[in-house]
């Protein structure tokens, strides 16, 4: 009763910051509200006792990534972008995308309606995830992890290049 | 040793138990916590005053005992002003995100291995991650303010917290090699199996922590955010009344948890000094003979207080103190089982002091640092020699475990190695002094 509850308020939360960081003009308001959505997905882990990801969640997307957005944001003109019209001219690209993630979402749900359960996490999910997740990613898939860092490395390296060229 | 809120248990109704203890211990921790802050803005004017050769606050309350009371009113009374052009709701929000990510993390905390409101299995990535959370007090204030000041203290601010937490990051990383564990309580719990400390074994990482602390905080020699002498008052310039109060608490209660992070993981938590020889275990008389000198005291100064009847009120308020301090003393040696149940609390208090200390004494030592030197600082040094910290003490970690190496020895190595590292870095030549286009380095 109490997971219930606490999952319902938690998604709720987060599906109407995430509408209302589409809907603000303010992209400081936009970003506050992305915090909370990031923040509320975070809850919901810690509610799947998926501790380790909570807590990654916060660090990197709350505690670094979104600190940066606000550090460019703040560099940007405000007065300008908020007195603009936003650029909302591709209704029909937008519309015919809306359209077919609602479709993908409504099947996934009608094939899925046998098995209605709410996200809940199984009884031996304490276990130290910490220890699980490294020899998950260290493991079982090495190959992959390296890629993805090297892929990662690069693009840091491009986006130093490109600032070095003055 | 069983946590002395479980006395209670029993008498709570069985749906509520679960809510009601941790509330509990949580308004202990903060009705403490806010006494404890409080008392280090005093501590901070008193000690700085002492060092600068003058008095400090004397006036209010004896040797000026009451006057963080006195400021908290003032501070509740004063005009709360919004200036124009602010954009209100952030305005509000800043200074109260603060303060909630700097308090909500010493939920984590293992105050004593009797005192902890909850251990989660990943503690201390909760607690990096929700301190992190306290620069968005600073940006969105600097921000909100709609002002010039502000916003180029929150601009600064930004950049210096994600730079050193880099640094601080790795830090925490070869705790962590050491103890196997993200758990709060694990990680102190391995300091005592290992019988050391962590901060004797890997001392470069303990030093990067307390830099990299120092640079969270924005405390000097790190204060660029709110760098008197160049921008008022940093990103607090607007503040005025209670939100100003609320940045404050949430400043110095933020010290109180890096200094806590650096207690649990480098100095052994709870533990009392050298735990492991027996022949020091007289020291858990400590706690008396503290209140006995702090009655001691309070007598002496009341001896030499003027005998003018104005006087009369603060004499009597420095003698009830020496009166609670003796009996706080008398009772701890007449009763042993209270002695044992504070000695944690009492020695991560201490230790959690000392470090609060030498944050105050680098503010009253060091001056600021300029800008880029913060930033080569954080960059070329810091996080190049917490990187080879933290590769040369997994290189130690496995001549221990796989050659059976003796634990603190072959540690050391890497320290040592560590150490050279960073003597190569100094001798590189230093940088050219920054011209006007270089300082966006």
């Known amino acids: 009763m109490f997971y219930l509850v606490n999952f319902y308020v938690l998604a709720a939360l987060a599906v109407i910051s995430a509408i209302f ?146 | 040793m069983t946590n002395p809120f479980d006395i209670l248990a029993p008498y709570l109704p069985d749906v509520l138990e679960p809510f009601l203890l941790p509330l509990l211990q949580i308004g202990v921790v903060f009705l403490g916590l806010s006494l404890i802050v409080a008392y280090i803005v005093y501590a901070e004017r008193k000690i700085l005053a002492h060092m600068q050769v003058r008095l400090g606050p004397m006036r209010v ?130 300091q005592i199996a290992h019988g050391v400390w962590f901060v004797f074994v890997q001392p470069v990482a303990f030093f990067i922590l307390f830099v990299a602390a120092i640079a969270e905080t924005n405390r000097n020699p790190f204060d660029l955010p709110e760098a008197e002498s160049e921008l008022v008052a940093g990103f607090h310039t607007e503040y005025s009344g209670f939100r100003f109060s609320l940045y404050f608490l949430g400043e110095y209660a933020a010290m109180v948890l890096v200094s806590s992070i650096a207690v649990t993981l480098f100095l052994g938590g709870w533990t009392r000094p050298f735990q492991s020889w027996a022949w020091l275990d007289s020291l858990k008389y400590m706690p008396v003979a503290l209140f006995a000198f702090a009655a001691y005291w309070c007598v002496v100064h009341e001896r030499r207080m003027p005998r003018a009847p ?63 030197q913060l930033m080569r600082l954080g960059w070329h040094y810091m996080i190049p020699v917490a990187i080879a910290n933290t590769l040369f003490c997994g290189v130690g970690l496995v001549l221990w475990r796989s050659l059976g190496w003796n634990f603190a020895g072959s540690l050391w190595i890497g320290t040592l190695l560590t150490l050279l590292v960073a003597l190569l870095l100094a001798g590189q030549t230093e940088s050219p002094e920054p011209t006007l286009a270089g300082q966006g380095d």
């Not at chain 1, 380790?52 to 003109?77: D, P, R, S």
């Not at chain 2, 303060?99 to 010493?106: C, I, K, L, P, R």
């Not at chain 2, 905390?109 to 991650?129: C, R």
């Not at chain 2, 044992?340 to 959690?352: C, M, P, R, S, T």
Request: some cysteine; charged content about 10%.
């Open chain 1, 21 to 166: 960081v589409i809907t603000r003009r303010n992209p400081v308001h936009s970003v506050i509200f992305l915090i909370i959505t990031l923040l509320s997905l975070a809850l919901l882990y810690v509610q799947l006792q998926a501790e380790f990801l909570a807590a990654v969640q916060i660090i990197l997307y709350i505690g670094g990534i979104m600190v940066l957005f606000l550090f460019v944001i703040m560099l940007v003109n405000l007065d300008i972008v908020t007195r603009q019209a936003p650029f909302n001219r591709q209704w029909h690209v937008a519309g015919l995308a809306a359209l077919v993630l609602l479709a993908e979402l409504l099947a996934v749900i009608y094939w899925g309606r046998a098995t209605p359960t709410l996200p809940q996490a199984p009884p031996t999910a304490l276990q130290p995830n910490t220890e699980l997740i490294g020899i998950t990613l260290f493991q079982n898939y090495l190959l992959p992890f390296e890629i993805a860092s090297v892929l990662l490395l690069v693009a840091m390296i491009g986006a130093v290049l490109m600032a070095k060229r003055r």
């Open chain 2, 61 to 190: 309350g004896p040797h000026g005992l009451l006057q963080p009371i006195a400021d908290g009113l003032k501070l509740l009374l004063k005009e709360d002003i919004i200036p124009r052009g602010a954009d209100s709701f952030i305005f509000w929000l800043a200074p109260v995100l603060s303060v909630m990510a700097a308090f909500t993390g010493f939920a984590l905390i293992p105050f004593a291995d009797n005192f902890i409101v909850t251990d989660v299995n990943v503690g201390l990535l909760f607690v990096v991650g929700i301190s992190s959370l306290g620069i968005y007090g600073i940006i969105l204030g600097g921000w909100s303010s709609n002002s010039h000041y502000p916003l180029l203290g929150a601009l600064r601010s930004a950049a210096q917290l994600v730079s050193y937490e880099v640094a601080l990051g790795f830090a925490l990383v070869s705790a962590l090699l050491l103890s196997g564990t993200l758990s709060m309580r694990g990680i102190v719990e391995a």
């Open chain 2, 310 to 372: 104005e006087w009369r009120w603060q004499r009597l308020m420095l003698l009830g103190l020496g009166g609670g301090a003796a009996v706080l003393a008398v009772g701890f040696a007449a009763l042993p089982p209270v002695l044992n149940a504070i000695q944690g609390v009492f020695w991560f208090l201490i230790k959690v002091c000392g470090f609060l200390y030498g944050f105050i004494w680098f503010r009253g030592t060091f001056p600021r640092y300029r800008f880029d």
